[in-house]
């Protein structure tokens, strides 16, 4: 039929056409254009509405974090003041040891060395006395008072240090007793 009209009009029933299809082919573009727009508003949402979930959570595990950094300062301190009343009731205890030891003394023992020994959680295991005892007798004496007191449960004078009459010098192994 398009040969049927003259050479003018067929120019202008060509534009008409490819303006027909353009226009069609616009219009199904934009619809559907539309309608993926539409169909992504539910996901724009859900998204919208779990980033904003995201932001609350993100804030409440800060504030946590920030509980949570406080409360190990906190532990930090509590610990530092524990350690410290350790190293004090370590030192009072020491002291004590030491005053009992010298306490038992029953005359002219002269001392030259204490040392205490702990174990890993700092409890006293047991205390060495190096000194010198003017006689066997007295530093038998001492041993007797050092065991007789309840702060001690056993205290051991090797042999060999009774091996002379006079000026012995001695090395005395005292253990606590797990009362202390």
Same mark, same amino acid.
């Given at each position: 039929?398009?040969?049927?009209?003259?050479?003018?009009?067929?120019?202008?029933?060509?534009?008409?056409?490819?303006?027909?299809?353009?226009?069609?082919?616009?219009?199904?573009?934009?619809?559907?254009?539309?309608?993926?727009a539409?169909?992504?508003?539910?996901t724009?949402?859900?998204?919208?509405?779990?980033?904003?979930?995201?932001?609350?959570?993100?804030?409440?595990n800060?504030?946590? *974090? %920030?509980?949570?950094?406080e409360? $190990?300062?906190?532990?930090?301190?509590?610990?530092?003041?524990? @350690?410290? &009343?350790? #190293?004090?009731?370590?030192?009072?205890?020491?002291?004590k040891?030491?005053?009992?030891?010298?306490?038992a003394?029953?005359g002219?023992?002269?001392?030259?060395?204490?040392?205490?020994?702990? *174990? %890993?959680?700092?409890?006293?295991? $047991?205390?060495?006395?190096?000194?010198?005892?003017?006689?066997? @007798?007295? &530093?038998? #004496?001492?041993?007797?008072?050092?065991?007789d007191?309840?702060?001690?449960?056993?205290a051991?004078?090797?042999?060999?240090?009774?091996?002379?009459?006079?000026?012995?010098?001695?090395?005395?192994?005292?253990?606590?007793?797990?009362?202390?």
């Amino acid at each position: 039929m398009i040969n049927l009209l003259p050479p003018k009009a067929k120019k202008f029933a060509k534009i008409e056409y490819y303006l027909r299809v353009g226009s069609t082919f616009a219009f199904l573009f934009g619809a559907l254009a539309l309608f993926i727009a539409v169909a992504h508003i539910p996901t724009y949402v859900l998204i919208d509405v779990q980033i904003k979930t995201l932001n609350e959570s993100n804030a409440a595990n800060q504030d946590r *974090d %920030e509980a949570i950094r406080e409360a $190990e300062e906190i532990a930090g301190e509590a610990k530092n003041l524990v @350690s410290q &009343l350790q #190293q004090l009731h370590k030192g009072e205890l020491n002291s004590k040891v030491i005053s009992e030891i010298r306490k038992a003394n029953p005359g002219r023992i002269s001392y030259k060395q204490f040392t205490i020994n702990t *174990d %890993e959680q700092g409890v006293i295991e $047991e205390v060495l006395v190096q000194g010198v005892s003017p006689t066997r @007798s007295e &530093l038998a #004496q001492y041993k007797v008072s050092l065991e007789d007191n309840p702060l001690f449960e056993s205290a051991e004078v090797p042999i060999s240090d009774l091996a002379r009459d006079a000026n012995l010098p001695f090395v005395i192994t005292i253990t606590l007793s797990q009362d202390v």
